[in-house]
């Protein structure tokens, strides 16, 4: 059980362009997701925490304009990149917690590789 | 501040020897420890959710305790297979994840 799925899972872009990730938590109802960035051999890093229906939620100093997060229903949540520039470049990965009970924990999906060329 | 600390940093072990992975934590009143296994180019693999000092979980080779200032990963007997970079983390008060640097483990056949 517990399965979040990515699509895409790699996408290569032209500088300019926006590109949208969709995330869904497959077997289970998820009231919060998550989205991470991560660059190659560092930790994980919050970007956002998105409720379903309600605007989200980011970190210091992530650019809300930049990266819009929409989190229409209990299964899925879209991250669109606006306006992809080079240093957008990274790993991105969604994360979704079950709505029932306390605040436990954090399934992951398989991470999508975005190239802006 | 809440903190985690993951050690040691890589480990290379021989197939079939055994060992412990450590993560002590510093977090006022532990809502839950976390650990995840990430294989190169993938989101992190759900391994085990520990709450309270004195918990243990088990699952095929690995075994995950808890203390009330740190956690163990043991690894028993591993395999190549078991090679990947294992992620410990701890809910803040806000229920958000605060991640330890990871340890990568390495398994030689």
């Known amino acids: 059980g517990a399965v979040v799925s990515q699509h895409p899972s790699r996408v290569i872009c032209k500088s300019g362009t926006s590109v949208k990730i969709e995330c869904r938590s497959l077997?289970?109802?998820?009231?919060?997701m998550f989205w991470y960035r991560q660059f190659p051999k560092q930790s994980l890093m919050l970007m956002a925490t998105s409720n379903e229906g309600s605007k989200a939620t980011y970190e210091q100093g992530v650019e809300k304009d930049k990266f819009l997060i929409n989190h229409a229903s209990l299964t899925l949540s879209t991250l669109t990149v606006t306006s992809a520039h080079p240093e957008d470049s990274s790993f991105y990965i969604c994360s979704a917690r079950e709505s029932s009970g306390r605040p436990g924990t954090q399934y992951f999906g398989p991470g999508t590789r975005l190239t802006v060329l | 501040e809440d903190q985690v600390t993951q050690s040691p940093e890589a480990l290379r072990l021989q197939e079939g020897e055994s060992s412990s992975l450590n993560c002590s934590y510093t977090?006022?009143?532990?809502?839950?420890l976390f650990w995840y296994r990430q294989d190169p180019g993938k989101g992190p693999e759900f391994l085990f959710t520990l709450y309270s000092a004195g918990e243990e979980k088990e699952k095929e080779r690995l075994k995950a305790t808890l203390t009330k200032k740190e956690s163990f990963l043991h690894i028993t007997a591993p395999k190549p297979e078991d090679s990947a970079t294992y992620l410990c983390?701890?809910?803040?008060?806000?229920?958000?994840?605060?991640w330890g640097a990871g340890t990568k483990l390495i398994i030689k056949p």
């Open positions: 977090v006022s009143g532990l809502r839950g």
């Open positions: 983390a701890v809910h803040d008060s806000n229920y958000q994840l605060i």
């Open positions: 077997d289970f109802q998820a009231t919060t």
